[in-house]
């Protein structure tokens, strides 16, 4: 049995929770409304507040897929209730964030400014120069546009330089020792 899987989703208040025949999971919060169709061959129920998933058999693909299920829907409910936050920093001499309207404006060192669009749900902010805050309620959403804009300009090895997520740890490499005795 899945430990994750077998976990009761407990459903807090202020929060609305339906459950469709087809497995379309729709949950409402205090921060907004998201929904998913997830896998038909789960059974989801919810009884008194809790929200529990099981699966019809020990097959590999339902293993795979029972706390996969249980962790999508708690995911949502996290979402509409507290929502999820991801934090890059930016490292390099003349490398910034600005933010314009909705935008976001970055200088990584190209010949042009590269400008972010969010997608709906999602917010961007600069609270500092070197600093980008991503916030919204789906976390699939949030971890991909932050892992959009740190591949606009990924940390190199050599010094560093580029965006980063918060506490991530750049593997720094030495480089040349230099040239001795060639002439």
């Given amino acids: 049995m899945s430990r994750i899987g077998r976990m009761p989703i407990t459903i807090p208040s202020g929060v609305k929770v339906t459950i469709d025949d087809n497995n ?7 921060k907004g409304e998201l929904a998913r169709t997830l896998n038909s061959s789960m059974k989801i129920t919810e009884k008194d507040g809790v929200i529990t998933v099981e699966r019809p058999s020990d097959e590999k693909e339902h ?4 706390g996969l299920t249980r962790t999508l829907i708690n ?11 991801k934090n890059l920093e930016i490292n390099g001499v003349g ?4 933010k314009q309207g909705k935008n976001l404006t970055l200088s990584l060192g190209f010949s042009h400014p590269v400008i972010v669009e ?9 609270p500092a120069a070197n600093k980008i805050t991503i916030t919204g309620i789906d976390k699939e959403a949030v971890g991909g546009i932050a892992a959009r804009i740190r591949s606009l ?3 190199e090895p050599y010094k560093g ?5 918060e506490g991530e740890h750049i593997r720094r490499k030495v480089g040349k020792a230099g040239a001795k005795g060639k002439k």
């Avoid at 379309?24 to 205090?30: M, N, S, Y």
């Avoid at 490398?95 to 600005?98: E, T």
């Avoid at 330089?161 to 997520?165: A, E, Q, T």
């Fill in 118 to 126: 969010p997608p709906k749900g999602i917010e961007l902010d600069a």
């Fill in 95 to 98: 490398y910034r964030a600005v």
């Fill in 161 to 165: 330089k580029g965006i980063k997520y």
């Fill in 24 to 30: 379309k999971v729709t949950v409402k919060g205090p």
């Fill in 153 to 155: 300009r990924a940390p």
């Fill in 63 to 66: 293993r795979s897929l029972h």
């Fill in 75 to 85: 995911n949502m409910i996290v979402g509409v209730t507290e929502g999820f936050t």
